[in-house]
Structure formats: C-alpha cells, structure tokens
Antibody
Framework: EVQLLESGGGLVQPGGSLRLSCAAS????????MSWVRQAPGKGLEWVSG????????YYADSVKGRFTMSRDNSKNTLYLEMNSLRAEDTAVYYC?????????????WGQGTRVTVSS | DIQMTQSPSSLSASVGDRVTITCRAS??????LNWYQQKPGKAPKLLIY???SLQGGVPSRFSGSGSGTDFTLTISSLQPEDSASYYC?????????FGQGTKLEIK
C-alpha cells in the first residue's frame, strides 16, 4: 500500500525549532518529487515547500523562505522539514504529499498530517 | 505569485443537484490546474489533475474543465458523501498556490 506517515509535530515556543519527518512506503520514493503543505486551524491549504526527486532542486513559499529547510534521504525513503525561528502563524497541520508523475505536479498521495503548535 | 480565487466560498445543494465551483487564476496557467476534496479532519484527496483528467478511483460524476485563467469543477449529481471542502491548486509555477476553498453542504 502506498503510504506517507508524518511525525515530529508538537508544541514549541515562538522562536523555537522543530524537525518534521515523512516516511514513505509502497512506492519508489527516489522517483518522485515531494512537497509539504500546511493548513492552519480553520483555514485553507498552503503549499510550503517542494523538492525534486533527487533533492537537487528545492522551492519554498515566501512565508517560510530562510526559516524552513526541506531535505530528503532517498536511502531511508524519508522526507524532512527543518523549521526554525517559528512564529505563531506557523501553527498548522503539516502534510507531506507525493507528486503524481513527472508530467503532472498534482499531489496524489498525502500523509495523515502532523500538528505543529507555536505558542508560549 | 499566482493568485487563485474560488467561487462561491460556500454553497448548499440537494442530493441529485448539479453543482459547479469555479476557480480563476490571476494569470494564465494553461491547464496546470488541480482539484482536491477535503473532509473534516482528513487529508485532501486529489480529484482532477491537468484541469480535466479524472484521478483513478474518483467517481465519474466529478469533472473538470477550463484552460488559461478560468476553470470549473462540476459534480453532475450530488451525493451525500460529497459534503466536503473543495480546493483548486495551480501547478504551473512555484509557489503552487491553492484557492481559498469552497465548502459544500448537503441540504
């Protein structure tokens, strides 16, 4: 079964750091670009960052650029999101998502999400 | 950044109704437009990609159309399980922005 499983969320103080992980299974992880998407409480979806299949290219939303770093370890089938200088507005459920194919940048597989709360 | 605007923000319809949700991009995005369904407490689910291609396993009552800046998601005959929020997303260029969402309620 194709699956993504996020972990690492929790409560952190403003200015703090957190690292999210996303473990992939059921597909050849190294063949697919991946993304992180977040959803603040009661709000819509916000694309946060994306990374190519090899890890050679990474893209970020302006709202997290310079504070968040996305990475992947294809030998471990795992995606990461290092989050620094966290702000209250980063509070959200964070989803990792798999790209549908080389031709289509839609997200066909999503994890269950991990909740991040930034509060003192 | 490309802005995606959905309308309406919410709607209420009856079982069997034909429902249409629209999405407008702030600049042309060809057919790089995807639609997702999200139910409360769940991850989004891909319905339509490349504006009109139905994702595997998605019921055929869902369809998408459009190109350029204007797109639509149509549910041909609304079912109770279609109660959810729907989001469009452009995949033309990073950042891959989403619309603000449309909450669909069954009367």
């Amino acid at each position: 079964e194709v699956q993504l499983l996020e972990s690492g969320g929790g409560l952190v103080q403003p200015g703090g750091s957190l690292r999210l992980s996303c473990a992939a299974s059921g597909f050849t992880f190294s063949n697919y670009a991946m993304s992180w998407v977040r959803q603040a409480p009661g709000k819509g979806l916000e694309w946060v960052s994306g990374m190519s299949d090899s890890g050679g290219a990474t893209y970020y939303a302006d709202s997290v650029k310079g504070r968040f770093t996305m990475s992947r370890d294809n030998s471990k089938n795992t995606l990461y999101l290092e989050m620094n200088s966290l702000r209250a507005e980063d509070t959200a459920v964070y989803y990792c998502a798999k790209r549908l194919s080389m031709r289509h940048d839609a997200f066909d597989i999503w994890g269950q999400g991990t909740r991040v709360t930034v509060s003192s | 950044d490309i802005q995606m605007t959905q309308s309406p923000s919410s709607l209420s319809a009856s079982v069997g109704d034909r429902v249409t949700i629209t999405c407008r991009a702030s600049q042309t995005i060809s057919n790089y437009l995807n639609w997702y369904q999200q139910k409360p407490g769940k991850a989004p689910k891909l319905l339509i990609y490349a504006a009109s291609s139905l994702q595997g396993g998605v019921p055929s009552r869902f369809s998408g159309s459009g190109s350029g800046t204007d797109f639509t998601l149509t549910i041909s005959s609304l079912q109770p399980e279609d109660s959810a929020s729907y989001y469009c997303q452009q995949s033309y260029t990073s950042p891959y922005t989403f619309g603000q969402g449309t909450k669909l309620e069954i009367k």
